[in-house]
């Protein structure tokens, strides 16, 4: 799912731009792009408010306030499974790579390799995650979800697809596919990579480093 936490599609990250999206989530209409009530609303301004009723005129400003809602959402429905969003994107490309070395897991969600270690250990440490011997490669570990660990994600995919419904609310399919194109247009012109959340790479977020560390 766009926007909470590293690969979307739980396959290694590319440049390109999102595919259209398949309709999950959105309300029934008709596929020119047209809803029952004909019209979107702009979003609610608080009785007395001095801020104008306006649709929203800056598309950076409110892409952040979208991402930080979300984002927010997004990290407590995590917490209803004691996950992280890190921690469901790590899960899901274990789960749609089996088998896959640790380094090479972590390079396709630009994980630093400490910090990968750290977030492995934790998992495993619960019991969702094993680590196997490769079978050629006696120096690295192959990643596998245990059968609790299939669980917890499939409940916490779920979630995340509530939430994705809660989004795209009163959007047709055909809105919702020109939405994300649009907006993968939009990721192109700040050349972000397709399916792979900024922050789940450590960006300017402390988590992947300092929060992983014991204190001595």
């Known amino acids: 799912m766009a926007g909470h936490g590293g690969s979307d599609d739980g396959k290694p990250p590319r440049s390109s731009r999102p595919a259209p999206g398949s309709g999950r989530g959105a309300a029934a209409g008709d596929d020119d792009g047209t809803t029952g009530t004909g019209a979107l ?4 301004v608080p009785e007395g408010s001095p801020l104008p ?21 997004f990290g407590l429905l995590m917490a209803e ?6 921690h469901f994107a790590l899960m899901r490309a274990i789960e749609a ?13 630009h994980i630093p390799a400490s910090s990968m270690v750290a977030v492995v250990d934790h998992l495993e440490d619960r019991g969702l995650v094993e680590r196997r011997p490769h079978p050629s490669d006696r120096r690295s570990r192959t990643l596998h979800l245990t059968d ?5 994600l499939a409940r916490a995919t779920e979630l995340a697809m509530g939430l994705e419904q809660t989004v795209c ?23 972000l990579v397709q399916g792979l959340h900024p922050g789940t790479a450590g960006h300017q977020l402390p988590h992947w480093s300092d929060q992983d560390r014991t204190p001595s």
């Open 81 to 86: 499974v004691e996950l992280e969003p890190r």
């Open 169 to 191: 609310a009163g959007l047709s399919p055909h809105q919702r596919r020109e939405l994300l194109d649009r907006l993968g247009a939009v990721a192109a012109n700040l050349g």
């Open 41 to 44: 609303s702009a979003p609610k």
């Open 148 to 152: 609790v660990g299939v669980g917890v």
């Open 97 to 109: 790579y089996a088998g896959q070395s640790q380094n090479a897991i972590g390079g396709w969600l």
């Open 53 to 73: 009723e306006q649709p929203p005129r800056a598309v950076g400003f409110l892409l952040s306030q979208l991402g930080f809602e979300t984002s927010r959402r």
